[in-house]
């Protein structure tokens, strides 16, 4: 059995190979190849822009794949979506589309936009946008720098945005959000029939779901003398559940937990002075819920 796999190229393609990595999948890539290498023989591996991905799942090309569901609705794509992951190019939240317009124009809503010109990479998606809001504009499909062309080519866009900094350094500002989107493990429908490649994909989203329930934690273990135990789990925040395991010592235990990375710092020396002793963090690559 060998499972297709799409890996997004462009934007996502390192945060996907991270991802992965952190799933336990180790994914080589090279600027000469659309096909990058994995350590699972299990798995061919080809590198697709997003913007295309649920085309050649649906079309059986591929298996499954990793894209946006902006690009799945904008290509009304009949895939089977196994997984949601949420993790973008810069960090590991969900993305907007949005409408944008420059800050010194009069345009407050999308109704001010009747009968203007519309630029975007999402054309589809935009026009059942417009069409929901009663609004009739021409919408161009823009090939890149969709940022700089207000006013002059085009008098408003809608563009993906993570943070909005892109829109603001250009002077524009967010008037609506048309779509929010995250990545997607995706599958074809035969494929998702084929019970080896289902299984195949079904560990896959347990292992990328794990990868991404660990962003942004570690682990903490340490020792304490039972006559300091309820001072140390005073500190621990309260809806934390550690375990609690005996030493060879009968007076001491081991209380091993895990938390956010940002409150380790105020957290360990509050532990210390509380008794704890051998304390150690250690970083997580996955939570398996």
Known sequence: MKLKLGIPKGSLENATVDLFRRAGYSITTSSRSYFPGIDDPEIECMLIRAQEMARYVEDGI???????????????AQVVAVANLIYAKQSFGKVRWVLAV?????????KDLEGKIIATELVETTRRYLSANGVAAKVEFSWGATEVKPPVLADAIVEVTETGSSLRANKLKII??????????????QSWEDAA??????DMKMLLEGAINALGKVGLMLNVHKDHLKAVLAVLPALKRPTISQLSDEEWLAVNTILDESTVRDIIPRLKQAGGQGIVEYPLNKIVL
Do not use: H, M, Y
């Open 62 to 76: 591929l298996d499954a794949g990793l894209t946006g569901r902006d690009w799945i609705e904008e290509n009304a």
């Open 102 to 110: 420059p800050e010194a124009s009069s345009f407050r809503t999308v």
């Open 176 to 189: 609506d959000t048309v779509l929010e989107s995250n990545t997607q493990l995706i599958a074809n429908r």
């Open 197 to 202: 490649k289902r299984r195949k994909l079904e």
